[in-house]
């Protein structure tokens, strides 16, 4: 008995979330229109277009036919882009377009999850040039997101790996056998009834901002509903949510061990103590 709840509590685990209208208040790709527009990557015609995309998106989200036009349309818009010139782009942009529209309340989970020990997955179907420096923006340990192909340092305008729908819960199932997660113990959020597959590989699913399909999906389920409504920049945070390194909160976290260490040999050494002198 006492080895299974060594193993049971040896057993990692994880929150997984989509990124957009989840963690962020828009759609990461779409956000980034105007910069590359300045950047000569997109003429006016295609920021206009990017900017209704987006302003569709935040007005009722996107079920799947939506999100198979937006695919063929962003993959087709990027055909022949430098990748490096796309990576500088986001680096430069990402604080000024990114940061003020965290949600104060993802921020929140994910401080929450790390504290509580566990990872933070982001699992988003757009790019993984912007996906992975926004993973790093907000701390999180890993990033599964779509990718394009490649060829002479540009984009083929083919997908190579297209993050969305079972394909998300395919990639959390095999994080899991990599890492060792317990799916049954782990969480995970998202808006869309596209990532329904995602929510039910885990054992703590949130529809958070949901659309109208998710919310119905998950009252009839009995999964929770969360509104995230406040974007606020990382650094104009309340400090006391300020997030803490991983090294800090390892530091802690052996601080915390060592001072439960010393307060169990504190009480048996007075255990024996009182033992010892009833017995006199």
């Not at 962020?24 to 990557?41: D, E, M, P, V």
């Not at 990872?119 to 179907?125: L, M």
């Amino acid at each position: 008995m006492l080895g299974f709840v060594e193993n049971l509590a040896m057993r990692r685990t994880a929150a997984f979330f989509d990124l957009d209208k989840t963690v962020i208040a828009k759609s990461s790709t779409l956000a980034f229109g105007r910069s590359f527009y300045q950047g000569g990557l997109i003429n006016r015609r295609a920021v206009l277009r990017t900017a209704y995309a987006q302003f569709v998106y935040l007005l009722g989200g996107a079920d799947h036919d939506q999100m198979e036009r937006m695919r063929e349309y962003l993959s087709a818009l990027c055909r022949g882009w430098n990748v490096e010139q796309v990576k500088e782009i986001v680096a430069e942009t990402i604080h000024d377009l990114i940061d003020p529209i965290i949600y104060d309340e993802a921020a929140s989970l994910i401080e929450e999850h790390h504290l509580a020990g566990r990872d933070v997955v982001i699992v988003s179907t757009s790019g993984a040039e912007v996906v992975e420096p926004i993973g790093e923006l907000i701390g999180a340990d890993r990033v599964v997101a779509t990718r394009m192909v490649v060829e002479d340092g540009c984009y083929s305008g083919e997908i190579e790996y297209y993050a969305y729908g079972p394909a998300k819960a395919e990639a959390i199932a095999s994080l899991a056998e990599s890492e060792g997660y317990d799916l049954s113990r782990c969480y995970a959020y998202s808006d869309s009834i596209t990532d329904i597959p995602m929510l039910e590989s885990v054992g703590n699913p949130y529809a958070v901002n949901p659309d109208r399909a998710l919310r119905k999906e998950a009252t009839g389920r009995d999964w929770p509903v969360l509104t995230f409504s406040r974007p606020v920049r990382l650094k104009e945070r309340v400090p006391s949510l300020a997030m803490p390194s991983r090294p800090a909160m390892a530091i802690a976290a052996a601080a915390l061990g060592a001072a439960a260490a010393t307060a169990g040999l504190v009480w048996y050494t007075n255990q024996r103590r009182s033992a010892r002198f009833e017995r006199l």
